[in-house]
């Protein structure tokens, strides 16, 4: 019975995007200008999508965006560092880079 009611809504959900597909015309998801200029610029972030683009590369976390565009961050929810636009994985190595006491690890 779930599953039922599952495809039926993946079909109504299918074929109301290939409505809205062809009521926009030409080819979609290209619709917010911010997105463009960030595309076009090669590093740029995006407010109303969240997201960001460097060089092609699509990021969807903005902290991470932020260390990948050269600012020394620790990203908590990817658990991932950026100094200097290296990654770091280990948060101990990212303090230690930045700032704080040799990592213990
Ligand atoms: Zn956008
Ligand atoms: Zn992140
Ligand atoms: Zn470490």
Redesign the pocket.
Known sequence: MITQSMKLIAVVLMLTGLFACNTAGGPSKSACSSCEVAKKADCGWCDSCNVGYIKGEKSTCHSCFNGKTGQDVWCDSCKVGYVHKDKVK?K??FTAKTSGPA?A?
């Open positions: 280990c101990g190595c990592c690890t």
